[in-house]
C-alpha cells in the first residue's frame, strides 16, 4: 500500500493528487435516499460492494438498514467479511477449487450466497460445502440476454433449482436476475420497458419454480439504472445497486422521465487532480491519466469549472481542453476535481478514499478489497 494522500485534520487544499475524494455529506445523502427508497418499497436492500471495495462505506449502508452486501468475487468477500459484514452475496458464479473453498470456508463466519447456471457448480458447491462442514445459499442466476452467465428463465431454471434443493450443503435460496444491459438505457421509457418486460419474465419462472414447491425466499437483481422498477414490482424482494452511492459521468448521461439527466443521486466522488502544465492557452496537462482513473465507459468531466473538458488519457497525464473564455482561470499548480468516467473501476486503482466535509479532512478509508481478482 502506498503512504495516504491525506491525514485526518488536514485541509482540504492540502490534499496530494492524484487522490481519491469522496464528499461526505453526498455520499450520507445518496445513502439516506436508497435506504428511504427501500424503507417505501418494503424491498430488501443489499448494495453492490464492487463499486466502493470498502468496507466503511458498507458498514455506512448496513446502519442504514442494508440486510448485507453484494459482492463480485470471493477475495471481496473475504475482504468485506474482515471489515465486519455479516451477510455476503457472491452474485456470480464460482468456478474452480481454490475458490470454492474458499467460499465455503468463508461460510463459518458469515452468511454467504454464491450464484449457480450449471448442475457441475452445485455439485461442486455442495461438496466443498459438505468437507466444510457449513451451509452456503445459492441462487439460480436467470440470464437476462445480455452474454452474462445464467440459464434460461423458465424450466431450465427449474430443473437447477431442484438440483439444488436436493444437494447436501446446499440451501436453495431464491432467483438472482440482474439485468445489466438495462442499466445505461438513456431513455426513461426505454429502460423502463426493457425492465418491465424482464420482470415478467422473472416473475413466470419464479412462480413455476413456487408452484413446484421450490420456495423463492430472495428474487433479486436491479442496479443503479433500473432499481426503481424492479423494487416496486412486487416481483423482487431485493435490490443490488451499487453505483448510486458515488455516481460518475457514464451514469449522469441516463435520463429521467422527464427527459433530464438524471439527479435523484449525486456525484459524491471525485479524482482529485493537479495542473502540472500550462504552456499553451488551449489545454492543460493534469496528472491524472489512465493509472487514477478508469475510461472505458465515459471520459471524466471537469467538476463545476466552465470551459474545459478532459479529452484524453495517458499513462500518467490527463489532457485538459481550455475555452478561450476560461484561459484566464487555470494555472500551472491549481487543483480540479474530476468527476470518474466509470466509478467502479476508478477505486480500484487506488488504495485509499479521502472524506471530506466542510473543508476539512474527516476519514481516509483503506480500499481494502482493491484487487480482489480472485
Ligand atoms: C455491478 C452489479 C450491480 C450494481 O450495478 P450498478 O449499476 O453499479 O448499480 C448489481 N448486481 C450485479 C450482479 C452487478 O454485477
Not at 436508497?34 to 471495495?53: G, I, Q
Not at 468496507?55 to 477475495?75: E, Y
Not at 433500473?226 to 452511492?245: D, H, K, L, R
Not at 473564455?325 to 488504495?351: F, M, Q, S, W, Y
Request: hydrophobic letters at 40%; glycine letters at 10%.
Amino acid at each position: 500500500m502506498m503512504r495516504p494522500p491525506a491525514n485526518v485534520g488536514d485541509d482540504a487544499g492540502a490534499i496530494d493528487t492524484p487522490a481519491l475524494v469522496v464528499d461526505l455529506p453526498a455520499l450520507d445523502r445518496n445513502l439516506d435516499r436508497m435506504a428511504s427508497f427501500a424503507e417505501r418499497a418494503d424491498v430488501r436492500l443489499r448494495p453492490h460492494a464492487k463499486t466502493h471495495k470498502c468496507p466503511m462505506i458498507a458498514r455506512r449502508q448496513l446502519v442504514r438498514g442494508a440486510v448485507g452486501v453484494c459482492c463480485q468475487k470471493v477475495s471481496e468477500a473475504e475482504a468485506m467479511v474482515v471489515g465486519g459484514v455479516s451477510d455476503v452475496l457472491v452474485s456470480n458464479e464460482i468456478v474452480g477449487p481454490a475458490k470454492v473453498d474458499c467460499l465455503a470456508a468463508l461460510a463459518r463466519d458469515a452468511r454467504v450466497s454464491v450464484l449457480a447456471d450449471h448442475p457441475d457448480l452445485v455439485a461442486a458447491y455442495g461438496a466443498a460445502a459438505e468437507r466444510f462442514g457449513t451451509t452456503l445459499s445459492v441462487l439460480v442466476e436467470l440470464q437476462a440476454g445480455d452474454m452474462r452467465p445464467g440459464v434460461e428463465p423458465g424450466p431450465a431454471a427449474l430443473e437447477l433449482a431442484r438440483r439444488i434443493a436436493e444437494t447436501p450443503g446446499l440451501r436453495f435460496s431464491g432467483l438472482q436476475a440482474y439485468q445489466g444491459g438495462a442499466q445505461h438505457v438513456r431513455n426513461f421509457d426505454e429502460r423502463r420497458a426493457v425492465s418491465l418486460a424482464w420482470i415478467e419474465t422473472v416473475s413466470a419462472t419464479r412462480d413455476l419454480l413456487e408452484e413446484a414447491g421450490l420456495r423463492c425466499e430472495i428474487v433479486t437483481g436491479g442496479g443503479t439504472g433500473t432499481y426503481g422498477f424492479e423494487g416496486e414490482s412486487g416481483v423482487f424482494n431485493e435490490i443490488q445497486p451499487g453505483s448510486y452511492a458515488v455516481m460518475d459521468a457514464d451514469y449522469g448521461l441516463n435520463r429521467d422521465e422527464n427527459g433530464n439527466f438524471v439527479s435523484e443521486f449525486e456525484n459524491s466522488l471525485f479524482i482529485l487532480t493537479t495542473t502540472i502544465s500550462r504552456n499553451f492557452p488551449g489545454f492543460a496537462v493534469v496528472d491524472a491519466g489512465v493509472k487514477a482513473g478508469n475510461v472505458d465507459q465515459a471520459m471524466p468531466t471537469v467538476w463545476q469549472r466552465s470551459g474545459m473538458e478532459y479529452v484524453g488519457a495517458s499513462d500518467e497525464h490527463g489532457a485538459i481542453e481550455v475555452s478561450a473564455g476560461a484561459a484566464e482561470d487555470l494555472r500551472a499548480g491549481d487543483k480540479l476535481r474530476l468527476v470518474p468516467g466509470h466509478c467502479d473501476p476508478t477505486i480500484n486503482l487506488h488504495d485509499w478514499i479521502v472524506g471530506v466535509r466542510d473543508g476539512v479532512v474527516e476519514t481516509v478509508w483503506p480500499v481494502s478489497a482493491r484487487g480482489a481478482l480472485l
